[in-house]
């Protein structure tokens, strides 16, 4: 069984950083073709994708926040860590991890966490 | 970027009725499309991949089709458990959401 579990904290500052954990099971994330993506969902609002990691540790970020974030993986620990930069009240939101599997046209994100909620305030 | 856009935002559908939604790519993206469906407080669940793949254990009901810069997601009859927010999601550059189709019960 594939699980995927999103950690970190609940309540951040305005400028502060986050930093989230997905760590997750029943794949490895040295296979190839498979990866590990963050997306958010700002309340009443879209899923955005937000980074992902390759097996191969080839990263992509989101154009709209490429210079606040950082994704890094750790294959013996099975996690997944997402930090994000100067932090904003515009970033609340709940995220999640997923895997990314399959390539070309089949590429999916096909086994979701159930989400973390992150508020910023001050 | 590759933008994706939904229509329409939202519908509202007695049980039993047909349902489409059109996702609109901003280039072509051939079929590098998929579809989910997202409930409140629930885990995103993928339906379509590959613009007409339905995905394993996802009932037949689904249906996607379209290629290039036009898709449709249509739900033949929908059952109790289908109202929820859409979403199509781009593959061919990166990644990219639409913003959602809420579906509500009339």
Known sequence: QITLKESGPTLVKP????????????????????????????PGKALEWLALIFWDDDKRYSPSLNSRLTITKDTSKNQVVLTM?????????????ARKFGSGSREVFDVWGQGTMVTVSS | DIQMTQSPSSLSASVGDRVTITCRASQSISTYLNWYHHKPGKVPKLLIYAASSLQSGVPSRFVGSGSGTEFSLTITSVQPEDFATYYCQQTYSTWTFGQGTKVEIK
């Open chain 1, 85 to 97: 930069t100067d932090m904003d009240p515009v970033d609340t939101g709940t995220y999640f991890c």
């Open chain 1, 15 to 42: 400028t502060q950083t986050l930093t989230l954990t997905c760590t997750f099971s029943g794949f490895s994330l040295s296979t190839t073709g498979v990866g590990v993506a963050w997306i958010r969902q700002p």
